[in-house]
């Protein structure tokens, strides 16, 4: 079994009570500073696992998805030019765990193709009938030219395996960002559902904005991931979540539990997960907000 090797987790009653007793349970384990982690294979619960960056695993109605996958070792790539700290080369982090084990899964989520979240790495070693879901005909035609052979499009209403997946919109940036930045391009979310089951919203590379409003009206989740890294192209505001954002995604789901990724792994991403915490905290949000170290699984 994998052991997480960072913070333990650390849920309030709260937030305890809003994910279920496994959670409980952790928070109780964490407590006592047992690790928090378990296996990705463990378990008949859904769970989230942070990866790095924005790359997840998250078990969802015992299907095995594994969502953004950015799969290179640590450094491989220059930092994005024109954007903060582009010094740095990317990965900052390395891969908390084996690449085999992150790539043992049932299909693949890509929300975009920008190379944070679908790399060379990932190209390479994804097998290539893997069942990969594309936001749009465009995306699914650039990954079939990499040569996968089982690539579909998401829809507001697909399925795949009993789970039901819904796209839900985004926006990477401010309306003057998109105009000023076209490669910024589109993006999407996507809504887990299955009867029984709490129902998950990964909002993916977006802002806080109308098309997040609408999906937190539409699909009512239980649990919102957020990319809250708060990514910056020189000269614009952020091009994802920041801390504010966080807070409007907060007050617009006040019931929801938040899990923050997308931080701490590539060059622009400004906001640290200790400066989150914090804003949390002071705004007091901080029992609705999760914010794993990369390596570390939640059940949700
Ligand atoms: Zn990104």
Not at 264 to 288: D, M
């Amino acid at each position: 079994m994998l052991r997480n090797n960072d913070t333990p987790t650390r849920l309030s009653r709260r937030q305890a009570l809003k994910l279920g007793a496994g959670a409980f349970a952790a928070s109780l384990a964490a407590g006592l500073g047992l690790s928090t982690a378990r296996s990705w294979a463990a378990g008949t619960g859904n769970t989230l696992t942070q990866v790095r960056n924005a790359t997840l695993r998250i078990n969802y109605g015992g299907v095995r998805f594994l969502v953004d996958p950015l799969l290179a070792d640590k450094g491989t790539y220059p930092g994005f030019e024109g954007s903060a700290n582009s010094e740095l080369r990317n990965p900052l982090v390395p891969l908390p765990m084996p690449v085999d084990h992150i790539l043992d899964v049932d299909a693949v989520i890509v929300t975009h193709l920008h190379s944070d979240h679908w790399d060379d790495a990932a190209k390479a070693r994804l097998p290539k009938s893997m069942p990969i879901l594309a936001q749009n005909d465009e995306d699914a035609a650039v990954i079939s030219g990499s040569g996968f052979t089982d690539v579909r499009v998401l829809t507001e209403a697909t399925e795949f395996n009993g789970v039901r997946l819904a796209k839900t919109a985004g926006q990477h940036g401010t309306d003057d960002t998109l105009r000023a930045i076209p490669p910024l391009g589109q993006v999407c979310g996507v809504a887990f559902r299955q009867p029984g089951a709490k129902t998950l919203y990964l909002a993916g590379d977006t802002i806080w904005n109308s098309h997040v409003e609408k999906a937190i009206t539409e699909h009512r989740p239980d649990v919102i991931v957020l990319n809250a890294g708060k990514a910056v192209m020189t000269g614009f505001p952020p091009i994802i979540m920041g801390e504010a954002d966080v807070l409007a995604v907060h007050r617009a789901a006040p019931d929801a539990v938040l899990i923050a990724s997308h931080m701490e792994a590539i060059n622009h991403c400004v906001l640290t997960r200790a400066e989150l915490r914090a804003f949390s905290e002071r705004e007091g949000f901080a029992s609705s907000l999760l914010i794993p170290a990369d390596g570390e699984t939640l059940r949700v």
